[in-house]
């Protein structure tokens, strides 16, 4: 009799651990409402949403006078814009950005872009690409590529490729972002003199003629970072 009254106590003891246990993990997950209204919960994890990575500039060029290749201008660097005649800015060129819409929550989102880099080689005449030595013009590629390529790299094959290249962007709230995701600056150093470049050839020949590099994003997708943060 003893033993069966230890074990209904037992069982009983169990059990209103039990109702305990559950009855406060309903407590602290449950919602109260008061009077006739209801109350929602929803938890949500971030979402991509729409993103949308689109081209602002894709061309970008240069053009250098007989006076900008005088000895007085030695060690003048020029810039290219996308008009060709701004040739003292040497701020960077958005070339690229992204667009984000119905992003849930903060987060980071992994996108990546396929860029092209295309050097015009036209008419010789004309076209300073043909005259350009190692050194002597460079494009610098910040955001989604970061690299800085010798424009005279670019005459044999005129094109450079970067897949996939890697951006995160981040959302500190939920609801749309628009950034920048590539910006360029093509730049031109005058020397003046061929022994300063090494015997690599008189500038001189790049007068009157135009330098054209077309930056162009031809692919770009956006995920939820593996993090989620």
Do not use: H, R
């Not at 559950?22 to 929803?42: E, I, P």
């Not at 984000?100 to 989102?109: C, E, F, G, M, V």
């Amino acid at each position: 009799m003893e033993k069966k009254n230890t074990l209904l106590l037992t069982v009983i003891a169990v059990a209103t651990l039990l109702v305990a246990v559950v009855g406060a993990t309903f407590a602290y997950f449950s919602l109260s409402t008061g009077g006739d209204s209801s109350t929602t919960a929803t938890i949500s994890t971030p979402k991509v949403g729409t993103a949308l990575i689109t081209a602002k500039a894709d061309a970008l060029q240069l053009s250098l006078t007989a006076q900008d290749m005088d000895k007085t201008n030695a060690g003048t660097t020029y810039y290219a814009s996308v008009s060709g005649t701004d040739k003292k800015n040497s701020t960077a060129i958005p070339i690229a950005q992204v667009a984000l819409s119905n992003a849930q929550d903060t987060a980071k989102y992994s996108c990546t872009t396929t860029v092209t880099v295309t050097a015009d080689n036209a008419d010789e005449d004309t076209n300073m690409l043909s005259s350009l030595q190692q050194g002597w013009a460079k494009l610098t590629l910040s955001g989604s590529v970061n690299e800085e390529i010798d424009i005279a790299n670019l005459k044999t094959d005129n094109t450079k490729t970067f897949e996939n290249a890697p951006y995160t962007l981040e959302v500190s709230s939920a609801g749309s972002v628009t950034k920048d995701i590539l910006s360029a600056v093509l730049s031109f150093k005058n020397t003046a003199d061929a022994e300063e470049m090494a015997g690599s050839g008189n500038q001189n020949a790049v007068a009157g003629k135009t330098l054209k590099v077309k930056v162009q994003v031809k692919e770009g997708t956006c995920t939820l970072a593996a993090d989620g943060e």
